[in-house]
């Protein structure tokens, strides 16, 4: 027998064997269930227990998961601009719901692309409490749903601010920008921040606070010509301060228009108007007496009538003072303070170029108001010099430019 053969038959041999030992092992294990009638009952058992804990069977093990979710649980007085986030690690979110608790529209909002975050992409509501669910699934798949809430800040810490010009409105070169805000501004900075103004001329301005709920905004000179300038204003979630929150946000464009502006010498009692920088007309005029001098300075044009009555006691006058005058209609009357000083027709023409009679305003024939009245707009320039008044006052009117550009840009704002 060759050694080839040999090998065959040898291995035959032990595959018969190994059979044999495992249909005498069948055998035994039937014998063994019919004799014994607790074995199934022990299978079972084995079977019931968790498959990683069986011997000899595992299943992958869950990674540890933790989370992170904004706002926290039973938080209040929440601020409406914060962004609810959840944010997970070793694990996934699903089935998301932000929404008001007394109903409502749910808050829109996106998960991340592998499912480990979420953000709301749309605004909270003041005074509102929101219910808050989501779901998080672990590496293993096992799911854990979860349930909280918060709730954002009362109505009365709302806070409002607004700007003049109004959007879309055109106004001459002098023109500042003023912000009034319904509560008072303690942190100054942060709106300022939240306030973005931009020119189509590229200038840059600064704020001035006249108070904590009054600004106004200007460049070191006065608009570029037939410029735009744009605010930018979100103001919704800035903490003004005293936990007051701003509530509103708008853009607005103010359209600058053509430099025009008119010089009122009281030594030669004459105004010289100019349009883009060319003199356009000259006229007499009257101002303030002794006892009413005009106030010098830079006064931008507030607004303008047709007709406005005049009243003495607007200024403090009663019958009999000696500087009292009857009420009367106004010509071609253009604002030039809050304090009542306008350009408007005198009562009196005999005394343009020679004399001054007014309570403070500039006075012309009716020819001249109306000419000024028909040529310039709000925020042009009307600069008044050599008067024995002081200079017009920033509150008193946009005496802005009165104030000199080291003063208004070094202004302590807490």
Known sequence: ??????????????????????????????????????????????????????????????????????????????????????????????????????????VAGELSQDGSAWKATERLDFLTTYDFSYTLVDSAGDETAKQQSFTTVLAPNQADGWMYPLDGQSVGIAQPLEFNFSEPVLNKKKVEEAIKITTSAGQKGEFYWYSDTKARYRAAKYWAPNSTVTVDMKLFGVEFGNKMIGMNDE?????????????????TKTMKIYVAGKLAQTFPVTLGDPNWPSSKGIHPIMDMHKSLPFNPRSIGLKPGDPDWYEPFDAKYASRLSN?????????????????????????????????FYETMRTGDIVDIRNTDGAFLDSTDGFGDWNVDWKTWTSQDKG
């Open 251 to 267: 853009k607005i464009t103010v359209n600058i228009l053509d430099d025009r502006r008119a010089i009122v010498d009281n030594k």
């Open 1 to 106: 027998m060759t050694e080839e053969k040999k090998k065959r038959k040898g291995l035959k041999i032990a595959l018969l064997c190994i059979a044999g030992v495992l249909v005498a092992a069948a055998a035994a294990v039937t014998a063994a269930t019919v004799a014994s009638p607790t074995f199934a009952a022990q299978l079972g058992r084995v079977l019931a227990v968790a498959p990683a804990e069986r011997p000899g069977f595992s299943e992958p093990v869950a990674k540890a998961m933790s989370f992170g979710v904004s706002p926290e649980d039973k938080a209040v007085e929440v601020n409406p601009a914060t962004v609810a986030t959840i944010t997970a690690k070793n694990a996934t979110i699903k089935d998301v719901v932000l929404a008001p608790a007394k109903g409502g529209k749910p």
């Open 339 to 371: 304090s009542g000083e306008f350009v408007h027709t005198t009562l009196d023409p005999s005394a343009l170029g020679v004399r001054n009679i007014s309570h403070g305003c500039v006075g012309m024939s009716e020819a001249g108001a109306r000419y």
